[in-house]
């Protein structure tokens, strides 16, 4: 079992930044993958990023490329999502997710096993 928990959520203004976190304990993350989604009110829980935790690959949305990164922190077991230069449509709760199967799916929310329980981000105009 893995227990997740996020932080760093608010509010901010377009083009602002904010890290989030996700602090993981029980299971070790090692062979694992950490993802953080999101999804906004009546949509779908879309894929945002992921790092595979041994080796350090990460992959991202096109619609945050660039703009976004994702990585493991110094502390054990902890994954940061940096966000910069955010824009209304960013909006959303922010969830992650570990999987130690996922294998190719690391895009896809089937391929996660554990989550959060979510972090608002909210971007305002």
């Known amino acids: 079992q893995v227990q997740l928990v996020e932080s760093g959520g608010g509010l901010v203004q377009v083009g602002g930044s904010l890290r989030l976190s996700c602090a993981a304990s029980?299971?070790?993350?090692?062979?694992?993958?950490m993802g953080w989604f999101r999804q906004a009110p009546g949509k779908e829980r879309d894929f945002v990023a992921a790092i595979r935790w041994s080796g350090g690959s990460t992959y991202y949305a096109d619609s945050v490329k660039g703009r976004f990164t994702i990585s493991r922190g110094n502390a054990k077991n902890t994954v940061y999502l940096q966000m910069n230069s955010l824009k209304p449509e960013d909006t959303a709760v922010y969830y992650c997710?570990?999987?130690?199967?996922?294998?190719?799916?690391?895009?896809?929310?089937?391929?996660?096993?554990?989550w959060g329980q979510g972090t608002q981000v909210t971007v305002s105009s």
């Open positions: 029980g299971r070790t993350l090692t062979n694992s993958f």
């Open positions: 997710a570990a999987g130690y199967s996922v294998g190719s799916r690391w895009s896809s929310r089937y391929g996660y096993d554990y």
